[in-house]
């Protein structure tokens, strides 16, 4: 699936991964590949990300809202 975080000043990271866990309001919840459709709030926390290559990528984030859409994620974070 393709993986996009974007913040307000540039695009952090954009590239196929397998899973993406994310730090949402209520607590830590992934997206695999092929994911139902959604929309959600984030929290402050880390976004964990294993790439194609089975990488282990980290980025730190203070918010924002995710959308999942046909195998595509888009992460507004702040």
Do not use: C
Request: aromatic share 6%; charged share 20%; glycine share 8%.
């Amino acid at each position: 699936m393709n993986l996009e975080i974007i913040t307000p000043d540039k695009t952090i990271y954009q590239g196929e991964v397998v899973l993406v866990q994310l730090p949402g309001l209520d607590g830590l919840f992934e997206i695999l590949n092929n994911h139902a459709p959604m929309i959600a709030a984030l929290g402050k926390g880390r976004v964990k990300v294993h790439d194609s290559e089975k990488n282990e990528l980290f980025f730190t984030i203070n918010g924002g809202i995710i959308e999942v859409l046909r195998n595509k994620v888009l992460v507004l974070a702040e």
